[in-house]
C-alpha cells in the first residue's frame, strides 16, 4: 500500500490539520483576489497572447503545418475551428490551489520555492497540452469538446495537482526530518 | 534519499479518477434526476425575485439542467424597472460541469491510502457531503444566470456600470477555482475525520 506523508498507523496530527486547512483557503482567496485585480485587456492582450495563445499555435502549426491557426490576441482561428482563452481557460485556479497548499504546507523555505518552479511549470505544461488538444478537438470531433472541455480536462488537471502536491510533501517530510 | 513511492501513487490516483470519471459520466443524469427536487428547493431558496422550476433536458452541449424563471414580482433594482411580474426567463448549465465537484471529492476519498474500512466510512459520509457539494455549485450558478440578465437589464436602464449581486461574484469566484476548493477541503474533512479508523494505539512495552 502506498503511503503519503501522513502515514496509516500514526495519529493525526489534529491541530496541524486544521491550520494548514485554514492557511490553505487563506491563502487562495488571497490569489483569487490578486488575480481578480488584474485588468481584463491586459490578460487578454498580452498575457494570454505571450503566455498561452502564441506558444499554443506554434505547437498546432508544427505538429500539421496545414492547420495554418492564427494568433490574434486570446484567439486562435483557423478554418477549422476557433477558441478563445478567457479568465479560468489559464489554469489559474488550479495553480493558486497548488501555490497555496505548497505555502500552506510546513516545510523548509527552499523546499517551498521547488515545489513553486516545478508545480507551477508542470501544471502549465498540463494546461498548453489541454489547450492543444481542445483545439483538434474542436476541429476534428467538435461532438466531444463539452465534455472534455467541461468534465474530463478540469478534474483530470486537479487529480495531477494532488499527485503532484502528495509527491512533494512527502519530499519535503523526508527533507524536514 | 526520498523514497520513490510517487509512481504507484499518481498510478493510484488516475486510475481511481478514471474510474469515479466513468461512474459519474454514466451515472450522472440518474443521480441529478433523483436529487432534482432538492436541487429546485435550494435555487428557490435562493431566488428573491422568481419562482424557479428545474427540468433535465438534452441538448447540443450534452445534457443540460434547465431553469425555468418565472418572476413573482415587479423588480425594481435602484429604483429603475427591471422586470415585470410574470416574465419568464431560462437558462442552462451543463450536466456534466456540474458534476465536476463529485468527480473531485470521490476521487480523492477513494484513492487516499487508508484502510478499506476507513475508505468505505469516507464514502458514506461522502453521500451527504456530495449533496453539499452540488447544493452549493448547481443551484447558484442558475440563479446567477437569471440574475446576470436582470443586471444586464439594470445596467443598460442605468446607462452605467452597476454593484454586481452577490450571488453572481460568489459564482465568478466559485467558476475561477472555487469549485475545486470546496470538494478538496470536503475529501481533506473526510479522510481526517475517518483517520482514526486507521489507527492503531501502540501497546505499552515495559
Not at chain 2, 2 to 18: C, D, E, K, N, Q
Not at chain 2, 180 to 194: E, K, R
Amino acid at each position: 500500500m502506498t503511503t503519503t506523508h501522513i502515514e496509516r498507523n500514526e495519529a493525526l496530527p489534529w491541530r496541524q490539520a486544521a491550520w494548514f486547512a485554514v492557511k490553505f483557503c487563506a491563502f487562495f482567496l488571497a490569489m483569487e483576489y490578486a488575480y481578480f485585480a488584474i485588468p481584463d485587456d491586459f490578460l487578454r492582450d498580452t498575457l494570454y497572447f505571450h503566455v498561452l495563445v502564441a506558444p499554443c499555435v506554434a505547437v498546432i502549426n508544427f505538429l500539421n503545418p496545414a492547420e495554418q491557426v492564427l494568433a490574434n490576441h486570446s484567439l486562435m482561428t483557423s478554418a477549422k475551428a476557433s477558441l478563445e482563452i478567457v479568465r479560468g481557460c489559464d489554469g489559474a485556479g488550479t495553480i493558486f490551489l497548488l501555490m497555496a497548499a505548497v505555502l500552506a504546507f510546513s516545510s523548509p523555505f527552499k523546499t517551498k520555492i521547488l515545489g513553486f518552479l516545478v508545480g507551477i511549470f508542470l501544471l502549465m505544461a498540463v494546461n498548453h497540452l489541454r489547450i492543444i488538444g481542445l483545439y483538434f478537438i474542436a476541429a476534428y470531433q467538435n461532438s466531444w469538446f463539452a465534455p472534455i472541455h467541461s468534465y474530463v480536462a478540469p478534474t483530470l488537471i486537479i487529480m495531477i495537482g494532488c499527485v503532484f502536491f502528495a509527491v512533494w510533501s512527502q519530499y519535503a517530510l523526508s527533507r524536514h526530518t | 534519499m526520498m523514497p520513490i513511492t510517487w509512481l504507484p501513487l499518481a498510478g493510484r490516483f488516475l486510475v481511481v479518477w478514471a474510474l469515479v470519471a466513468v461512474f459519474f459520466y454514466f451515472a450522472g443524469e440518474f443521480i441529478a434526476r433523483v436529487f432534482l427536487p432538492w436541487l429546485a428547493t435550494v435555487t428557490n431558496m435562493l431566488a428573491e425575485y422568481f419562482h424557479a422550476d428545474l427540468f433535465i433536458v438534452p441538448d447540443k452541449q450534452g445534457v443540460v439542467i434547465k431553469i425555468l424563471a418565472r418572476v413573482t414580482q415587479d423588480i425594481y433594482q435602484y429604483n429603475f424597472p427591471i422586470a415585470p411580474k410574470g416574465a419568464e426567463l431560462t437558462a442552462v448549465g451543463t450536466l456534466a460541469h456540474a458534476l465536476t465537484p463529485l468527480v473531485i471529492f470521490f476521487a480523492l476519498v477513494l484513492s487516499w491510502p487508508g484502510s478499506f474500512k476507513a475508505i468505505v466510512l469516507r464514502v458514506v459520509m461522502g453521500v451527504p457531503m456530495g449533496i453539499v457539494l452540488l447544493s452549493a455549485t448547481l443551484p447558484c450558478l442558475l440563479v446567477s444566470h437569471i440574475e446576470g440578465v436582470f443586471h444586464s437589464a439594470l445596467q443598460t436602464v442605468a446607462k452605467k456600470e452597476m454593484p454586481m449581486p452577490f450571488i453572481m461574484t460568489w459564482v465568478i469566484f466559485m467558476e475561477m477555482g472555487g469549485v475545486w476548493l470546496l470538494p478538496i477541503m470536503g475529501a481533506l474533512g473526510c479522510v481526517a475525520v475517518t483517520h482514526p479508523v486507521n489507527y492503531k494505539k501502540p501497546e505499552n512495552i515495559d
